[in-house]
């Protein structure tokens, strides 16, 4: 069974930053690609950024470009997200997401984790 | 960007009954698309990818169809478990695009 947990979240003020994680189980997680998705409260989904299997790959959301890392280790099967310079409209929940191939092209995603909440406030 | 549109925002349908939800993109993205449903306090759920194939899993009550750039999630027949929130994503380009969501509520 496909397993994806995320933590690191919580309340932050402006301009710090935080560190989200992933960890993966139930699949061959060098295998594909991967990302994190967010949901602001009582809002939509957004795609933030994604990482190919081997890192090699990497794409990010316009809104969060050049404040957000992503990276990934493969020998621990886990998923990270750098947050620097957080703002309050970063707040919502962060969601980990399988891809269903090993590249970010053209692809989609099939398993989705529960979410670590983070909330930027004064 | 490619921007994804979905109508209505809300769709009041009764159990049983027939439930058609639409996703229109701003330009072409092929056959990439991808249907998710949301419950309260859940995950997103796989629900068709390639605008018509179900992912593993899911009922056949559930059908994805496509017309150009116009999409279109058929529910034939809903079930109590089907009040959601449904989003479509195309994955033609960069970045990844959702639309707005349509909430299926019981009428």
């Known amino acids: 069974e496909v397993q994806l947990v995320e933590s690191g979240g919580g309340l932050v003020q402006p301009g710090r930053s935080l560190r989200l994680s992933c960890v993966a189980s139930g699949f061959s997680f060098d295998d594909y690609a991967m990302h994190w998705v967010r949901q602001a409260p009582g809002k939509g989904l957004e795609w933030v950024s994604g990482?190919?299997?081997?890192?090699?790959?990497?794409g990010y959301a316009d809104s969060v470009k050049g404040r957000f890392t992503i990276s990934r280790d493969n020998a621990k099967n886990s998923l990270y997200l750098q947050m620097n310079s957080l703002r309050p409209e970063d707040t919502a929940l962060y969601y980990c997401?399988?891809?269903?191939?090993?590249?970010?092209?053209?692809?989609?995603?099939?398993?989705w984790g529960q979410g670590t909440l983070v909330t930027v406030s004064s | 960007e490619t921007v994804m549109t979905q109508s209505p925002a809300t769709l009041s349908v009764s159990p049983g009954e027939r439930a058609t939800l639409s996703c229109r993109a701003s330009?072409?993205?092929?056959?990439?698309l991808a249907w998710y449903q949301q419950k309260p306090g859940q995950a997103p759920r796989l629900l068709i990818y390639?605008?018509?194939t179900r992912a593993t899993g899911i009922p056949a009550r559930f059908s994805g169809s496509e017309s150009g750039t116009e999409f279109t999630l058929t529910i034939s027949s809903l079930q109590s478990e089907d009040f959601a929130v449904y989003y479509c994503q195309q994955y033609n380009d960069w970045p990844r695009t959702f639309g707005q969501g349509t909430k299926v509520e019981i009428k």
């Open positions: 330009q072409s993205v092929s056959s990439y």
């Open positions: 997401a399988k891809d269903r191939s090993a590249w970010l092209q053209l692809a989609y995603s099939d398993y």
């Open positions: 390639g605008a018509s």
């Open positions: 990482v190919s299997w081997n890192g090699g790959s990497i």
